[in-house]
Nanobody
């Protein structure tokens, strides 16, 4: 089970930190953040391997977002800086190879 939190309303240029708390064998899985904007499909944002040693990002967020994990706390993070209105979406964490494992999501709204 995956439970996301940390979303909210933020002005353009602002920052948010998202959290994803997992139950089960979290440390065995590479994890991803994906998002869904209104009226659009799921979009991959970022991934991290099971040890936290390798990360990757969509071009649209590269240099602004940072993914990390703490396997001792069963928690995945997404630090989001320099937010733009086009980042507005519901953000989900999921196993990298199984997006259907995602939780209920957390809403991020970037607006002035």
């Amino acid at each position: 089970q995956l439970v996301e939190s940390g979303g909210g309303l933020v002005q353009p240029g602002g920052s948010l930190r998202l959290f994803c708390v997992a139950s089960g064998s979290f440390r065995n899985y590479a994890m991803s953040w994906v998002r869904q904007a209104p009226g659009k499909g799921l979009e991959w944002v970022s991934s991290i391997d099971n040890s936290g040693g390798s990360t990757s990002y969509a071009d649209s967020v590269k240099g602004r977002f940072t993914i990390s994990r703490d396997n001792a706390r069963n928690t995945l993070y997404l630090q989001m800086n320099s937010l733009k209105p086009e980042d507005t979406a519901v953000y989900y964490c999921a196993q990298q190879m199984n997006w259907s494992s995602r939780g209920q999501g957390t809403q991020v709204t970037v607006s002035s």
